[in-house]
């Protein structure tokens, strides 16, 4: 009994010795690699399998009810979703910024869709004959494809141009003022494309409220906008700018 608490006794003050270090030698320490993915990937990835998903019910459900309203509040949501994935495609391929989800713009524009959708039920149900002028839905149809046609093309012309406009007063080499393409009949493409589709959305579900309401907030956001960036670009381009601002206007009303 004497002999076996001894060699216990013995064995413990070996394990204290080995694990002070005294025996053992240093062990290697292992970093396994992490493959988590980044989460703003991840986040793209998901909203843009939803909107896809989205359209595709959206489609089913319109095939099933077959009326006009139905149709005309799934071309809304379509449409909507349609230019979400393609703001994710043409910043992921083109773009000059970070591709994320967390954006403020994101969350304005979906509350103003709601809103509209929101008007064209309340006033479907008590003035629906506010609802029958077809060729208003076409008009702005157009009016919204435009506009989203009209943004990627400038976001695609600019990323080549590094960033536009440029948030410094002294010039990137490479980089000159864009005068051609999408920027020979918009000043600021970029803003009338969004600034039109807005628009064009309303007029998909002729909701006059919804498109004042749009028309008021999108001028008095843009208008301190293009005077902020023109200011910069003046700094920058001087007189080149300035013939320049003459010859191509906004094309976004009140907006010189």
């Given amino acids: 009994m004497t002999i076996n608490l001894t060699n216990e006794m013995s064995a ?5 010795d080995a694990q002070d270090g005294h025996d053992l030698e240093p062990q290697p320490i292992i970093h396994f690699p992490q ?3 980044p989460p703003n990937k991840v986040a793209v990835e998901l909203v843009s399998f939803s909107l896809v998903f989205g359209v595709c019910i959206g489609a ?3 095939m099933a009810f077959r009326s006009e309203s139905s149709s005309r509040v799934w071309m809304y949501y379509a449409s909507w979703a349609s230019t979400l994935w393609a703001q994710l495609a043409i910043t992921a391929g083109w773009g000059a910024v970070e591709l994320t989800t967390d954006s403020h713009a994101w969350t304005v524009y979906s509350v103003g869709i709601l809103i509209g959708h929101i008007e064209f039920e309340i006033s479907r149900y008590f003035f629906p004959a506010s609802k029958s002028y077809a060729y ?8 919204l494809f435009l506009g989203q046609v009209l943004r990627s093309w400038a976001i695609i012309q600019a990323s080549r141009n590094g960033s536009y406009p440029p948030t410094s007063l002294d010039k ?8 051609d393409g999408a920027y020979r ?6 803003d009338a494309g969004p600034f039109y589709w ?4 309303q007029l998909l579900l002729q909701n006059p409220i919804s498109f004042s309401v749009f028309l008021i907030v999108m001028w008095r956001f843009l208008y301190p906008k293009f005077q902020a ?3 910069t670009l003046i700094e920058v381009y001087g007189d080149e700018y300035r013939n320049y601002r003459k010859r191509v206007g906004t094309k976004i009303p009140f907006i010189p």
């Fill in 12 to 16: 413990h003050k070996e394990l204290r």
């Fill in 35 to 37: 493959q988590n993915i």
């Fill in 60 to 62: 089913c459900l319109c």
């Fill in 136 to 143: 208003i839905s076409y008009i702005g149809f157009v009016l």
């Fill in 172 to 179: 990137v080499e490479g980089h000159h003022l864009l005068t």
């Fill in 185 to 190: 009949y918009f000043r600021h493409p970029c």
């Fill in 198 to 201: 807005a628009l064009g959305m």
């Fill in 229 to 231: 960036e023109e200011d």
